[in-house]
């Protein structure tokens, strides 16, 4: 059976947000606090996801169970930086969420939602695409073909 991931809509959004907080959750080891992050990125998702010529795309798979629900998803993005040997365009992608309901997990939902957005990077003539991978998923990045860079991602915080 071939799983079908759609490209997500500004409807989407809120269920969109759910499954981040999922994610969330799956890698720290307890859901996050409820909070204003929940409306902010609900409203950037419903802003973002209709617009011709976005940076930002989402591919769901919906719950067969219930109408309404997403089972999984990919979110991504398109980063602008310098041009360089290794990527010309100075274009390249970034997967930032990707999670499955729990009730859904290992029947490949991800993988169809990736797979999709790793297309939607493809057509737009990227040739990098870049993401961080839990220890749960990098299995299946793996599969997908990705592959551990070279130097050490660091991260700076500079507000509380």
Known sequence: ?????????????????????????ALHGSPPEPGQWQQDATSVLRKRLPETGSQLAAFVVDDPTQPGRLAS?????????LPGPSNPSGEAGYV?????????????????????????????GLTQVNLTASE????????LGFRTGSGTALRLRLHP
């Open 1 to 25: 059976m071939t799983i079908e991931a759609r490209r997500a809509l500004a409807a989407d959004a809120a269920e969109l947000t759910r499954l981040r907080g999922e994610m969330f959750a």
């Open 73 to 81: 998803c990919a979110v991504g993005t398109i980063d602008s930086r």
């Open 96 to 124: 930032m969420s990707v999670c499955t309901d729990p009730a859904h997990r290992r029947r490949g939902y991800s993988r169809a939602c990736v797979s999709a957005l790793i297309e939607w990077f493809d057509e737009r």
């Open 136 to 143: 749960y998923g990098q299995p299946l990045y793996t599969e």
